[in-house]
């Protein structure tokens, strides 16, 4: 009878610990930013991207032209699960983002903070507009996050215990990672530069790390195989992106300050207290490998020319260190800032705020109208990313949700100008996945086939089996189809949408193919950009 005090003792004190140590309080938030992109998330419409992933979900394979195959394999399950509401596409971001709070905070714990720093971590995940935009939206951003976090835990475990068995679990992320996005190559390089700068170099010397890279090269070798097999196409598109000069090249002080707008331009001090905390603090000396991994990221993305939100996936390690730093200055028991203990709620509520305002930025919480009016009043540019995205009054993550039904329908007109005989061998060729995608997803709504596109992994996809004798096509110069058809209709343009990025696209029918079958003409149509 004397061992049942001992046998419940464990359970009670793990209890104990999680509420002393504010994870309960982390978890309600979470489930509060959950509910609130639940509630948000079918304000506008779906997303360019976003029709690119559902579809290539339908098509299951293990890699696409653009990305890797995990998104459109999770996807895939989701739909099975919970329907095609816009809601139930992103629910898997939402879900993400949320646990991503989570995972700040558990990081924030494991590098020796108390109560104050897991949740001063926690907020500044939630208010960071970049984190708010992922879960708004289903796209690879949405896990990267998650993947390169949960990387950082398993190396500050592999530290903070002794054991390297640890490496085995960072390995096993990684490859997760590499299967949703490739850019977490990056921050892996950053981690083996880091630990060759440090005493964790030693490391090198045991099994479990060599083991953990063996498990990211197995898991992401179906992924390589099938860049092998066609021809690298991914390198092929990130070589056309720079030869066109598609993105805009930003210089090394708006770089950085596009890096603290995107997450928050308040929690600078926070994220920079803890990345020269992790360089050069005593107390965090161990885990300098994630400072030197920061600054390799941040190297590699800055001189490739990366777009400004490719280094955001790594600042919940920074918001977690520097959390650890500002409460143990706070906490001070030699006067001087001890006496400022007030500070903790005032610099929480003052987070709090300034996220609330920055907010719509990213999440649909206005009407595009009222969008526009609080745009006006903000004291600083919202930044864009590609040239083309200057032309829409909505910033492009906006923008890029309106317009896709208006093409849906002046393509299903065309459609239904077709007898039934002509049906039976005419395709529909987009110009891009956005078109192409909205025909494929939304179009069934209208009783429209599958597209056709020359862009990306639509074009691995081929002609389908058309002729080419009759075919719908968008958005292309009457000029251009004269020389490829020999009568060519006009029949209509899509209605304008003011929001729009993509705005009124010419639709034609063409009839009777000059250029042979399509399967010939399908090689000159490949267009990866």
Request: one cysteine or more; aromatic letters at 14%; a positive charge.
């Amino acid at each position: 009878m004397a061992s049942t005090p001992r046998a419940t003792a464990a359970p009670d004190r793990d209890r104990q610990s999680f509420l002393a140590s504010g994870m309960a309080t982390i978890w309600v938030i979470a489930l509060a930013k959950l509910l609130f992109h639940i509630y948000f998330n079918n304000r506008y419409g779906y997303f360019r991207d976003e029709f690119n992933y559902i579809v290539c979900g339908d098509h299951l394979q293990w890699g696409y032209v653009d990305q890797p195959p995990l998104i459109p394999f999770l996807i895939h399950i989701c739909r099975a699960v919970l329907g095609d509401s816009l809601r139930s596409i992103r629910f898997i971001p939402a879900l993400a983002s949320s646990l991503l709070v989570v995972q700040t905070a558990l990081l924030a714990r494991e590098l020796g903070g108390r109560r104050y720093a897991v949740l001063l971590s926690a907020v500044c995940a939630v208010i960071a507009p970049q984190y708010l935009s992922n879960g708004s939206l289903l796209g690879t951003n949405c896990l990267e996050p998650n993947l390169w976090m949960g990387c950082a835990y398993f190396a500050i475990l592999a530290i903070k215990r002794n054991d390297p068995r640890c490496w085995l679990w960072f390995g096993i992320v990684a490859g997760l990672g590499l299967e949703e996005k490739y850019s977490i190559a990056v921050f892996g390089l950053g981690m083996v530069v880091g630990l060759l700068l440090t005493e964790q170099r030693r490391v090198f010397l045991k099994k479990w790390i060599w083991l953990g890279g063996l498990a990211a090269f197995l898991i992401f070798l179906p992924n390589l195989l099938w860049n092998i097999h066609y021809d690298w196409p991914f390198v092929q598109l990130m070589r056309g992106i720079l030869a066109e000069g598609r993105d805009v090249v930003l210089g090394p002080l708006p770089f950085f300050l596009q890096q603290t707008l995107l997450v928050n331009p308040l929690t600078a001090p926070i994220w920079l207290a803890g990345l020269f905390a992790l360089l050069f603090w005593k107390q965090l000396r161990p885990y300098r490998v994630l400072g030197w991994c920061y600054l390799v990221c941040y190297t590699v993305f800055f001189g490739l020319h990366g777009k400004n939100y490719y280094l955001a996936p790594v600042y919940p390690m920074l918001f977690a260190a520097g959390a650890v730093v500002l409460e143990s200055a706070l906490d001070g028991k030699d006067g001087g800032w001890s006496r400022l203990r007030w500070l903790k709620p005032a610099i929480v509520l003052l987070l709090l705020a300034s996220g609330a305002y920055l907010a719509p930025i990213v999440v649909p919480v206005l009407s595009p109208d009222h969008f526009l009016a609080y745009a006006k009043s903000l004291r600083f540019k919202l930044p864009v990313m590609e040239h083309s995205h200057a032309r829409a009054a909505l910033p492009q993550w906006f923008s890029d949700q309106f317009g896709w039904q208006e093409i849906v329908e002046e393509t299903a007109i065309a459609w239904n100008r077709l007898s039934p005989d002509e049906r039976k061998d005419c395709g529909i060729f987009a110009q891009d996945y956005g078109q192409a995608g909205a025909i494929d997803f939304l179009g069934r709504r209208e009783g429209l086939p599958a597209s056709l596109s020359g862009h990306q992994t639509w074009f691995l996809w081929g002609p389908h089996g058309y002729s080419g004798n009759c075919m719908i096509v968008l958005d292309d110069k009457k000029a251009t189809l004269d020389k490829l058809w020999e009568h060519v209709e006009y029949i209509g343009t899509s209605a304008a949408n003011p929001y729009a990025l993509e705005q009124r696209i010419d639709v034609y029918i063409c009839r009777g193919a000059k250029f042979g079958t399509l399967t010939q003409l399908w090689p000159h149509l490949k267009r990866w950009r």
